[in-house]
């Protein structure tokens, strides 16, 4: 097959960029092996091009994407060559790009340098070489960081500040509105449509220098707290190259993070707490203590303490396995109701959030080699190491025996939160990456996976994490503290770093087989108890990707109900991939090895199958032959369930 790439090396030379990438329309007989054809140019010249054009792309990927990922796409490239070479004694063109390998290697990373200069200081829309308006910045030091600030941050909703019975909040006007960007000290309008007045007090000044505001946030200041050490997470912060990011995070340590809200609401609203707190209502009586002696909360209040209020309700949730209670604030309530919840008033895609996953945290343990050394900490009570602004206190009260509670903290159930604690993950991770030399690392939310080559010291990178995080005053877990070992749990799924193997816990492919056996006595279901067993398979595919099409009816028929409360009645497809589920978990030993990076189709290891459904099946593997007559339970198999694409699956 021709490449599909033109070669830089085919085009004039006054037309070559010195960091060329062509993908276009392949040259009409471009050498598919090493040296096959004759050629007018020398063959030394000639690997001098080809050497040229491929020392281009890798430095091109290297300049565009930063960190490794350019030495494995060498590495990876290098090994499809030696096996084409060792099968055909042909090689792929190496003065192209191989864009399945590119797709490969860097689907997700983000480019990370200007596509015109090479700076690192802009993207190349605004590059001042395209654009001369914009002046040129100055060079960081490192790579710029992939690191998320949400939006909100430039625009800010108008707050609501957080009065004290001495200090009250004007009640809002009837008239006209109060211009937000004059409050901010930002309106640049000659004749504004709105007041300039402040929207705290209603006097003639930005509510930026109000004093009344600033009398009032200082009385909260006692409760405006973190256990972060913020002057020493801002040193280890100082070489960051996106202080954005790093203002965001600090500012919102040392003064409240924005929750997001971008519509405040104008009147006071008390929901009703839900059925699972009023019949557990000793066991709230500690959870909620528990918040209040945490300095996660504040009250309790007779009366509460803002103008304008919400009150969500509050129930409590039992892990249904380890049965551990926890308190938690519905922020989705009320539903179908004129009143927005708070949830509504934050935006989704501001606040969306990719999680890492296990398949990353598997490359990172072939990248780091087979008996590398793992090990992980998870943070206590992730959510509540950051602040809320205390302009927001007032949407996340709750009501309990008649008394009034604020969380001053984030809280689980706000849509923002995740994103938000977020950035505080992934500033700990520049900092281990950058400032200690730990080179792999992943964490989802609050737990962190450390893999250490297996010639490091075992246990040298997790006590520098350990220590790094008690300077920082961030509190660990010490029961979920594990490791070093080659053998860990991460995520629900075990890891053996020494055999290159994944499997599903017992525990969980024995509960996996019960709910799909109960479900499967049933005539009906509700919607919940579907997504409970697909959630439980999908948990599964992590270990057994080919079972993704066997879940497609359980899918569809979930989907076709729209409250989780809805019963369904349970179809012949369903109760068809249930069993195909039970037959196969109870006989699978719940092993998966890591694939190898270099074999990306059976090509590549010598694997050819066919099959005949009147006789058997056979293939060649690496030089040897082998083949079979049928089982007899394909054999045997009614003409109609029998299909020539059924028999090729087999094999």
Same mark, same amino acid.
């Given at each position: 097959?021709?490449p599909p ?7 004039? #030379? ?8 062509a993908?276009?329309?392949?040259l #009409?007989a471009?050498p ?6 004759p050629s ?20 091109? =990927? ?31 063109y190496w ?6 390998l590119?797709n ?7 480019n ?10 802009h993207?190349?829309i ?6 001369p ?49 004059f ?15 402040? $929207?705290?007090c ?7 220098i ?5 009398a ?12 972060? $050490? ?24 040392a ?18 707490n ?21 300095n ?20 409590? +949730? ?9 308190l ?14 708070i949830?509504?008033?934050i ?12 398949d990353q945290?598997?490359? =990172?343990?072939?990248?780091?080699g ?12 992730a ?7 205390p ?33 505080l ?12 030399? *730990? ?7 609050d ?5 250490s080559?297996?010639?490091?010291v ?29 053998f ?11 055999k ?13 087989i019960?709910?799909?056996s ?14 409970? *067993? ?5 948990? +599964?595919?992590? *270990? ?19 409250a ?13 991939? =249930?069993?195909?589920w *039970? ?5 699978? $030993?719940g092993?998966?090895f ?9 090509i ?9 459904p ?11 032959w ?10 045997d198999?009614?003409?109609q ?11």
């Amino acid at each position: 097959m021709p490449p599909p790439a033109v070669p830089a090396a085919s085009f004039p #030379p006054q037309t070559r960029s010195p960091f060329s990438l062509a993908s276009a329309t392949p040259l #009409p007989a471009p050498p598919n092996a090493l040296a096959l054809e004759p050629s007018p140019v020398p063959n030394s010249i000639r690997t001098q091009i080809l050497a040229g054009d491929y020392l281009t792309i890798v430095a091109e =990927l290297a300049l565009s994407y930063g960190g490794s990922h350019f030495y494995t796409y060498h590495k990876l490239f290098a090994a499809k060559c030696a096996i084409r070479v060792a099968q055909w004694n042909q090689c792929p063109y190496w003065g192209a790009l191989d864009t399945e390998l590119h797709n490969r290697v860097f689907l997700g990373c983000r480019n990370i340098s200007c596509a015109v200069c090479r700076s690192f200081s802009h993207p190349t829309i605004t590059c001042p070489f395209i654009n001369p308006s914009i002046p040129p910045c100055p060079e960081p030091s490192q790579p710029k960081s992939t690191s998320y600030v949400p939006r909100l941050m430039d625009t800010p909703a108008t707050p609501t500040p957080t009065p004290t019975p001495t200090f009250r909040r004007r009640p809002p006007s009837t008239g006209s509105q109060d211009c937000t960007s004059f409050n901010s000290g930002r309106c640049t309008r000659q004749r504004c449509q709105f007041m300039h007045v402040c $929207n705290f007090c209603s006097r003639a000044h930005a509510r930026l220098i109000c004093p009344v505001q600033k009398a009032a946030n200082k009385n909260s200041e006692k409760y405006l707290s973190t256990p972060v $050490n913020i002057s020493r997470l801002s040193v280890e912060l100082l070489h960051h190259p996106d202080s954005l990011f790093t203002d965001y995070v600090l500012s919102g340590l040392a003064h409240g993070f924005h929750p997001g809200v971008v519509s405040l609401p104008s009147q006071s609203l008390i929901c009703p707490n839900l059925h699972s707190a009023l019949t557990e209502p000793e066991i709230v009586d500690l959870l909620v203590k528990k918040e209040i002696d945490a300095n996660f909360m504040i009250g309790p209040y007779a009366v509460p303490p803002f103008p304008i209020f919400r009150v969500s309700p509050i129930g409590v +949730a039992t892990r249904k396995f380890s049965g551990k209670k926890r308190l938690i604030i519905d922020l989705s309530s009320p539903h179908n109701s004129p009143f927005p919840c708070i949830n509504s008033l934050i935006l989704l895609e501001e606040f969306s959030l990719h999680y890492h996953d296990v398949d990353q945290a598997i490359t =990172l343990i072939k990248d780091a080699g087979r008996g590398a050394w793992l090990a992980k900490v998870d943070i206590t009570s992730a959510f509540k190491v950051m602040p809320i602004h205390p302009d927001f206190w007032h949407l996340f009260g709750i009501r309990w025996k008649n008394e009034f509670y604020f969380a001053v903290r984030l809280t689980f159930g706000c849509r923002s939160s995740p994103k938000i604690f977020d950035t505080l993950s992934e500033a700990i991770c520049w900092i281990l990456s950058n400032n200690y030399n *730990i080179p792999y690392l992943i964490h989802l939310l609050d737990d962190f996976l450390i893999v250490s080559p297996p010639d490091s010291v075992p246990a040298a990178h997790l006590l520098t994490i350990q220590k790094l995080f008690s300077e920082l005053g961030i509190p660990l877990a010490q029961d979920k503290t594990e490791g070093p070992s080659t053998f860990i749990e991460f995520l629900g799924i075990n890891l053996d770093s020494q055999k290159f193997l994944a499997s599903l816990p017992k525990e969980k492919i024995d509960r996996t087989i019960v709910i799909a056996s109960t479900l499967l006595t049933n005539t009906s279901c509700s919607k919940r108890e579907l997504l409970s *067993i697909v959630g439980h398979l999908n948990f +599964a595919m992590h *270990i057994i990707p080919q079972g993704r099409p066997f879940i497609s009816h359980l899918l569809s028929l979930a989907s076709s109900a729209h409250a989780l409360e809805d019963r369904i009645s349970i179809t012949d497809s369903c109760r068809n991939e =249930l069993s195909l589920w *039970i037959s196969f978990l109870k006989q699978w $030993n719940g092993l998966s090895f890591f694939y190898s990076n270099l074999v990306s189709s059976p090509i590549d290891i010598q694997l050819y199958t066919d099959a005949a459904p009147s006789v058997g099946f056979g293939g060649f593997l690496r030089g040897h032959w082998f083949a079979s007559t049928w089982p007899p339970e394909l054999a045997d198999l009614p003409q109609q369930l029998s299909s020539s694409v059924l028999f090729e699956l087999y094999p």
